[in-house]
């Protein structure tokens, strides 16, 4: 079994900065992309920032120079910096990972944490 677990979300006022961490768990051999989503009230799920194995970052351009994802693989961790925080980014962040293990690729999900901006 793995496991995402993640923590450090809040509430914060708008033009403050939150700091999610995200540690997956569990027996399996190596993580490949790790990622965060969001999803809003009554909006779809999106993609908010995903990092690959060798460290290539990309953002979703209402995110760009206000969030930084990175990775700590000896931890088996991902984080995500968020500045500049606006009440648009309120939602519930997911953590997502495709993890190899012993039967073979893994999509794995976190249960969410909350972010709450307020104006």
Same mark, same amino acid.
């Given at each position: ?8 979300? $809040?509430?914060?006022?708008? $033009? ?6 995200? /540690? !997956?768990?569990?027996? @399996? @051999?190596?993580? &490949?992309?790790? $990622? ?7 909006? %779809?799920?999106?993609? /908010? ?6 460290? =290539? ?9 206000? @969030?930084?994802?990175?990775?700590? &693989? ?6 995500? %910096?968020? &500045? ?6 309120? !939602?519930? +962040? +997911? ?15 976190? %249960?969410?944490?909350?972010?709450? /901006?307020? =104006?």
């Amino acid at each position: 079994q793995v496991q995402l677990v993640e923590s450090g979300g $809040g509430l914060v006022q708008a $033009g403050g900065s939150l700091r999610l961490s995200c /540690v !997956a768990s569990g027996s @399996f @051999f190596s993580i &490949n992309a790790m $990622g965060w989503y969001r999803q809003a009230p009554g909006k %779809q799920r999106e993609l /908010v920032a995903a990092v690959s194995q060798g460290d =290539s970052t990309n953002y979703v351009d209402s995110v760009k120079g206000r @969030f930084t994802i990175s990775r700590d &693989n000896a931890k088996n961790t991902v984080y995500l %910096q968020m &500045n500049s925080l606006k009440p648009e980014d309120t !939602a519930v +962040y +997911y953590c997502n990972a495709g993890v190899r293990w012993r039967a073979g690729y893994l999509e794995v999900w976190g %249960q969410g944490t909350l972010v709450t /901006v307020s =104006s």
